[in-house]
Each structure stands twice: as structure tokens, then as C-alpha cells.
């Protein structure tokens, strides 16, 4: 009897022992996987050295990764990492779309052949008209010096702010400017979801073409069944996060769907639209980065031409306003990864707050629909802290309930991983760029930041009431 016990027992130790293993190793493969895509977008998206791209990939609670061995095959454009020997993964460069990680059991060449690619390389953009400056001795430019000092300033103890860039707008000059060594204002830096507010201006430009609806069901053919609970999710729920759908957008769990999704997931789309209803369409705010990428397979189903669908960003958006660094990254699938992945240097990211700013307007032209920012900005309905729009932040999370603050009114700002921010504030004419790799969260203080940058700016004009 105690013989079979032990049997038993040991059997119990050996299944949760492999059970074990299989999670340490799906966990060291999301690693894996993130160093090879990070370090092909950087050195042939965003053009830096591998030697700074590494650096910043292992650094503060990042170190670990140094255990990674990754290298590089530039005449190749393909990245490759790996750990203990067993556990590899490569990401391969596509020209003007991007880097994308290479299906496991598909060699770079097949994967190369099989993707559908931007015809046009960065090289072969022609920039758009430079932005207006404000002179070196310019009043507003000398006041708002010391405050982009700090910005870039390092404190004493705690944890670092590593500020990468820094733009301001005013009236449409650039009034204030800096580069962290080894970027410049051409060098195309990751908008993590900052990506999700450029994500609105494309479907903007698709409702404003009437090729979509914002209260039509949206196009998923896996979801048309009407006794699918999710035929009825619309394209204004993805836009407000309303759509109902369980999603863990956890950043610090390697094994949350946000993660498994970027990192571990071929066809990002096809896992989104898998996830089941929690809430009715509606009923139920919650942020989740598998909605944005719904969206971009929405806009890949309505122009149903994939070569025409990986050039949209470029020519609907990006062409038209001057966005010459832009590249939005498909994913394995050639699926936009509207949610995370798009690069542009800070003057380029600027320009797409500028775009909002201008309400849609852009060098005389309508780019988004009339009344489309005012739309951006109204809060989701079923958002509690009525700090979220369509795709937008309406100021800066407070936390769970808590109201928004801390942005005048009206203002919009696009948010993303590692301190990423477009701030505009319409009552003061201005657009405020910050960029950076600030692993943690209180190490940079985006209100405080914009609060010093306003206070330097000139009064907004007063309003005149009309009769």
C-alpha cells in the first residue's frame, strides 16, 4: 500500500514538475521573442546602432534579458535570439512595413515571400513641408529651455526617467526641442499605444469615405452569426472599449492575453476575435489592446485588397500630413498591429497632434470627418472615470473610479508604454511631445510636465461671447 502511495505521489511531483518546465519555457520564449523583435524594429525600422538598441533592452527590471544571446544579420534584416540552447526565435525586416517575428516551422524566406509589403521604402518618402520654428532667442523658447532641461535630467536616487525626445507646438511652431544622444529628429521612435489614437484617425478617414459606420455592427465574418452575442459589438464599442470581450491587458504578467498576443500569437487578429463576451456590447469599459486589433482587421476586411491595406496608413494618413517616418508594423498575418506597433519620429508624432488640433484640417484639406475630434473626446459612456474617448485619453488616469484631471478641458492625449505622450490642449493652441523608455511609472510625471509647459506659453486669447 505505502509502496503504491509513493507511486502515486511521485507521479503527482513528476506531472507538476513537467507542468513546471512547459511554463518556464513558454515564459523564457516570450522573452526570447521580445529581444528579437525589438532588436530588428530598432536598428532597421528606427535605424539605430544594435549596440544602443541592446543596451536600452536590458536595462532596469529589463536586465534579465541580458542572458538572451540575440544577433544580428544586417545584409539579411533579420534579427535572431535564443536561450539555453533550445528556445530560439528570429524577426525578419519587410522594408516600409516593418519587422515582424517569423512564424515558428517557417523559414525567413518563406515568410519574406509570403508577406504582402509596402512598395515604398522610408527612403523614397518624400518629407513633408518642414514645420514652422520659433527663432533661437524666441521669448517662448528660452522660457521653456530650463523645463526641457529637467525633462532630460536624471534624479539623484530612484528609478530613471530616460527621456528620449521632446516637442513642443505652438500655434504650429516647434517653440521647444531635444534628442537623448544617438536620436534625432528623424530617428522613428516606438509609440507603443500611442498607435491605438492613430488607429481613430484611420477609421476616422474610412467613416469619412462612408466605408464604414460608426453603429453598424463591425465587419468580423466570425461573428455574424446573430446568435453570436457578438454580432452586435459595433465599431463605435471597439473605439470607446466597450465591446464586452474578456481581455487581460496585464503588462507585467508574461502569460496575459496583451503579451501572448504581441509575442506569442501569428495572427493577432484571430486571437482577439476568440475572446468570449463578459459584458454586453455597451455595458462595460475596459482598455484592451485586442480591441485596437480587431480594428485593424476591420479596415483590413472593408478594402479586402491586402496591398492596398498595408499602404493605407502611408497614403491616407501618414503622405498627407507630412508623416514621412511613419511605419505602422503588420504582424505575421500582414493584420495592421494598430494597438503597439507603430514608429515616428517625435516632429512626426507631433504633426499627428497637430492633425487633431487643426480638427481634422491639414493644409486646407479635410483629412478626418467634420465633428470626428469632438467625437474623439467625448467620454465612453460606460467608462466610470469618463476619462476615455474613442481611442483617446481625455487626461490622465487617476485609477480604478477615480475622475480624470490634471489636462484643461478638451484636451486629448494619446498614451503608451514607457512614458510615451502626445498631449494637445486646444485652449492653449498646443501640441506636447514626450518620448522615452521610463520603465516605471512614477518615474516621470507627464501633468506636471505639461502643467510647466502651458504655464510658459502665451495667454490663450479671451473668448468673445457672440449675441
Known sequence: MRSRVRVVVAGIALVVLIAGLIRAFDTVGIAVAYKAKMLCSGVFVSGRSEKDVLAELELDDLAPLRFINATLEPSEGVAKASALGLIRRQAASRGGTGCALVPRGTTRAEFRQASTRDPVELWERKPGRPLEEAAPDDSVR???????DRAFAEPDTGPRRRTQAVVVLHDGRV????????????????????SKSVMNALIGILVRERRLQLEAPAPIPAWRDPRDPRSSITVNHMLQMTTGLRFDEGMTSLRSDVIRMLLDSDDMASFAM???LEALPGMRWEYASGTTVLLARVIRNVINNDSAYVCFPRVALFDRIGMSSAVMETDAAGTLVGSSLMYASARDWARFGQLYLNDGMWGGARILPEGWVDYSRTPAMADPSRGYGAHFWLGMPSG???????????SLQAAGHEGQFVTIVPSNRAVIVRLGRTRFGDAWDQPAFVRAVLDELPAPPPRVSGR
Open 142 to 148: 528660452l522660457a521653456l529651455a530650463p523645463i526641457i
Open 175 to 194: 517653440v521647444a526641442e531635444r534628442y537623448a544622444p544617438g536620436i534625432s529628429d528623424k530617428t522613428p521612435l516606438l509609440g507603443w499605444s500611442m
Open 274 to 276: 476568440t475572446r468570449e
Open 400 to 410: 480604478a473610479d477615480a475622475p480624470v484631471s490634471a489636462l484643461p478641458a478638451g
